[in-house]
């Protein structure tokens, strides 16, 4: 097999061992710098990219065990060849538990160093190829700040990249922590209006008395305690994205004002009488059935009508568990990350429980779980015990939702889902087709026998 070319920075006292090793490489199609103590090995590493380092351990000034852990506390991943004596392999040694990569006893065969790079290089090549490959990976399962690879979430992530670029009203609907103005947000990066302000606005937790003053702002004088000119949210949203969280608590005089700015795109402050064009795009969201709202009364059947003209509706978490596993991984990862915990991943009990779960909370509150267990646990999976109560209270036994009838409905639900082809299965469930094909042995899963036409 061919092997791409390497850039080596050899360590050496001795010109003859440096400059003959270097020329043989040079044959080989390497890129190689020579350094005749560790000082200059430092300097080179300094303003250079290495993929390997080969040196010396016995050199006046600066020894090659010393220079090993300089090089290490600077890129931990480098590999570094040591060259030592017969007398000095005990040494060698040493520096193999220190985090060099091998070593080879003077007087040494060039052969042997360039089968010894080969490997190096060959190594390096596949763990880069590997790190692009999950970065395509997770790429795949993320639409901006959204996470999911489920039929469901991928359905979302064609709407919004459908919608994005059109400056059509949307209204994104969903239970409460699924994700919606995530969604509200990944509309405005995709769109033209992505270099202007992005503006949420929570309507439910706007008192009624300064919905319209906050919306369309207000005039010095306008009221008591209005002192100064206030721009409000639709001017500060200005050629960029206004989003209307929790649209559907609004008061009837307040969804009318909404209406008629959404028709004739101008609005007045409070108080004041020059009309304000409105150059922005509404995007809208609610929990509740505006459809229902309607029905009752409580919402304008009009202003439904101008606020669904593209509805995005973001599933429930319990309606999309394949997803769990990756939105596990993607909090454990961020907090780990923003509290410096060497948490790696979630034990398979842990994770047992995390697919139990209702998630009456979605994905915020599967994101609240993540966190606690980052900042409780002691180790670096996470455990049943470093989940909060909630997660884990269903799933005891005695209740016919034991750990094991979990896996088997899960696993069951992802062949159904991959229409039975064990790749996509194991790939959706992050396990290998070999421990697949076992639980599905164990479970009794077989593929449903087609019925002839």
Not at 293 to 307: A, H, I, N, Q, S
Not at 358 to 377: K, S, T
Request: hydrophobic content about 45%; aromatic content about 6%.
């Amino acid at each position: 097999m061919e092997v791409a070319s390497a850039r080596i920075l050899i360590v050496d006292d001795e010109p003859i061992v440096r400059e003959s090793l270097g020329a043989y490489l040079r044959d080989q199609g390497h890129l190689c710098d020579l350094a005749p103590g560790g000082r200059a090995a430092l300097e080179l590493a300094a303003r250079n990219s290495y993929q390997l380092v080969i040196l010396d351990i016995r050199m006046p000034g600066m020894d090659g065990v010393t220079v090993l852990a300089e090089l290490k506390c600077r890129q931990p991943d480098l590999p570094v060849l040591m060259i030592t004596a017969y007398a000095e392999v005990t040494t060698a040694v040493a520096a193999m538990k220190a985090g060099a990569y091998d070593y080879v006893v003077k007087p040494f065969d060039p052969e042997e160093i360039g089968l010894i790079v080969r490997n190096v290089v060959a190594h390096h090549h596949l763990i880069r190829e590997n790190l692009q490959l999950r970065q395509k990976l997770a790429e795949r399962d993320r639409f901006e700040e959204l996470v999911g690879r489920s039929p469901r979430m991928r359905a979302v992530f064609d709407l919004i990249a459908g919608v994005a670029d059109t400056n059509v009203t949307v209204l994104i609907t969903g239970e409460s922590g699924t994700g919606k103005e995530l969604a509200a947000r990944a509309i405005h990066r995709r769109s033209p209006r992505a270099n202007g302000p992005f503006v949420a606005v929570s309507c439910g937790g706007l008192p009624e008395t300064l919905v319209e003053s906050e919306l369309f702002g207000h005039e010095r004088g306008a009221f008591t305690g209005a002192v100064a000119r206030h721009r409000g949210r639709f001017e500060q949203a200005g050629g960029g994205t206004l989003f209307l969280d929790e649209v559907a608590e609004i008061s009837p005089k307040t969804q009318v004002d909404l209406l008629r700015v959404l028709e004739s795109r101008r609005f007045t402050r409070l108080g004041g009488t020059e009309e304000i064009a409105a150059d922005v795009r509404v995007v809208a969201a609610t929990n509740r059935d505006l459809g229902a709202e309607v029905k009752t009364g409580r919402f304008r059947e009009d202003l439904y009508y101008r606020l669904k003209v593209v509805v995005i509706p973001l599933p429930p978490l319990r309606e999309r568990t394949e997803d769990i596993p990756l939105l596990a991984t993607h909090f454990l990862e961020h907090f780990a990350r923003e509290m410096g915990r060497a948490v790696r991943a979630v034990s398979p009990d842990a994770m047992a429980l995390l697919l139990a779960h209702d998630w009456p909370g979605n994905v915020r509150e599967l994101a609240n779980a993540l966190q606690r267990a980052v900042a409780v646990g002691r180790s670096e999976l996470v455990e049943p015990i470093d989940l909060p109560v909630e997660a884990a209270a269903e799933a005891v036994p005695g209740t016919g939702r034991t750990l094991q009838e979990l896996e088997q409905r899960h696993v069951a639900a992802v062949l159904e889902e991959s229409d039975w082809n064990v790749t996509h299965a194991a790939t959706t469930l992050g396990i290998d087709r070999v421990t697949l094909y076992k639980k599905m042995k164990r479970y009794g899963l077989r593929r449903p026998e087609r019925q002839p036409p």
